[in-house]
């Protein structure tokens, strides 16, 4: 290793005494045959166990935060530490095996930024899949591009173009969901390669409800930041439908008047569609101030 690397791999970490060590040894031996210089770095996001002291020990560099702030948090720390021109992003919880990292860096040339999406044998919980499908479904909508895979954690990014990004990135487990989507509504280049994961070792951390509906309202942020009508449009001309439909069916099976009810809805039909027309455009002011910025 040297003091300007080629590749950073960052590893947030919480908890991960058990593990942590086995997965630097195995990040260790793939790197060293691929004879490019390297850095581990182990975010340690206020673990309560022997997390920092293995991970150094196994010849990590170890930054710990002082308390738990989240799993986002974590990998937002290695990005601004990270010395190297790529960065490779990876759980330490053993789930991501170290095989898959070649894969990532042989794309990352022509990519800015590739995933390793989970295949069907990848040894996950089945409430976890439905939800991964339904995040997909809408995020290939909202970026008019097909997902492979929106909340996978292993990916490599050029470390310019994360940089770019870190402000945006929330200190929770969404954090691949936003980098995404924000590479991909900001005209950046994004492969998919295919991995499969392992079942995490442990019990996870990541709770359905709570950070399920959490990575629902980060898919909403990210699209009325960079697509705002994708969202305002479907949803001022579902609207205008409904105040149309429910007029023409009180005059033609009621036998009474249009109505105010009808009215209100196509004027608030109306109101939602220019308030997208503006977030449109303010998003574009937004993103022409960060193009001149860089």
Same mark, same amino acid.
């Given at each position: 290793?040297?003091?300007?690397?080629d590749?950073?791999?960052?590893?947030?970490?919480?908890?991960?005494?058990?593990i942590?060590?086995?997965?630097i040894d195995?990040?260790?031996?793939?790197?060293?045959r691929?004879d490019?210089t390297?850095?581990?770095?182990?975010?340690?996001?206020g673990s309560?166990?022997?997390?920092?002291e293995?991970a150094?020990?196994?010849?990590a560099v170890?930054i710990?935060?002082?308390?738990?702030?989240?799993?986002?948090?974590?990998?937002?720390?290695?990005?601004?530490?990270?010395?190297g021109?790529?960065?490779?992003?990876?759980?330490?919880?053993?789930?991501?095996?170290?095989?898959?990292i070649?894969q990532?860096?042989?794309?990352?040339?022509?990519?800015d930024?590739v995933?390793g999406?989970?295949t069907?044998?990848?040894? /996950?919980?089945?409430?976890?899949?439905?939800?991964?499908?339904?995040?997909?479904?809408?995020a290939?909508y909202?970026c008019n591009?097909?997902?492979?895979?929106l909340? /996978?954690?292993?990916?490599?990014?050029k470390?310019?173009?994360a940089?770019q990004?870190?402000?945006l990135l929330?200190n929770?487990?969404?954090y691949?969901?936003?980098i995404t989507?924000?590479?991909?509504?900001?005209?950046?280049?994004?492969?998919?390669?295919?991995?499969k994961a392992?079942r995490?070792?442990?019990?996870?951390?990541?709770?359905?409800?709570?950070?399920?509906?959490?990575f629902?309202l980060i898919?909403?942020?990210?699209?009325?930041?960079?697509s705002p009508?994708?969202?305002f449009?479907?949803?001022s001309?579902?609207?205008?439908?409904t105040g149309?439909g429910?007029?023409?069916?009180?005059i033609?099976f009621?036998?009474?008047?249009?109505?105010p009810?009808?009215?209100?809805?196509m004027?608030?039909?109306?109101?939602?569609?220019?308030?997208?027309?503006?977030s449109?455009?303010i998003a574009?002011?937004?993103?022409?101030r960060?193009?001149?910025?860089?």
């Amino acid at each position: 290793m040297n003091n300007q690397p080629d590749v950073s791999i960052i590893i947030p970490a919480y908890n991960e005494g058990n593990i942590i060590a086995s997965v630097i040894d195995g990040i260790q031996l793939m790197m060293e045959r691929l004879d490019r210089t390297y850095e581990i770095l182990v975010i340690n996001d206020g673990s309560t166990d022997d997390t920092p002291e293995k991970a150094q020990g196994a010849g990590a560099v170890v930054i710990s935060h002082p308390y738990n702030i989240g799993n986002g948090a974590a990998v937002k720390t290695g990005i601004r530490q990270a010395k190297g021109r790529f960065l490779v992003m990876m759980d330490g919880d053993g789930q991501h095996n170290p095989e898959h990292i070649p894969q990532l860096l042989e794309n990352i040339g022509p990519y800015d930024m590739v995933v390793g999406a989970r295949t069907g044998d990848s040894e /996950s919980y089945l409430h976890r899949n439905i939800a991964n499908g339904l995040y997909n479904l809408f995020a290939s909508y909202i970026c008019n591009r097909k997902i492979q895979d929106l909340t /996978s954690g292993f990916r490599a990014i050029k470390a310019d173009i994360a940089r770019q990004f870190v402000a945006l990135l929330p200190n929770t487990f969404s954090y691949p969901t936003t980098i995404t989507m924000a590479i991909l509504r900001s005209g950046f280049s994004l492969a998919y390669v295919p991995i499969k994961a392992n079942r995490c070792a442990g019990k996870s951390k990541i709770k359905l409800l709570r950070d399920g509906s959490r990575f629902f309202l980060i898919i909403l942020k990210i699209a009325t930041l960079f697509s705002p009508m994708r969202v305002f449009l479907p949803v001022s001309f579902a609207m205008f439908l409904t105040g149309i439909g429910y007029g023409l069916f009180r005059i033609f099976f009621m036998g009474g008047r249009y109505g105010p009810t009808s009215a209100m809805l196509m004027t608030i039909s109306v109101l939602i569609f220019l308030v997208g027309l503006v977030s449109e455009q303010i998003a574009q002011l937004h993103y022409d101030r960060s193009e001149k910025r860089d």
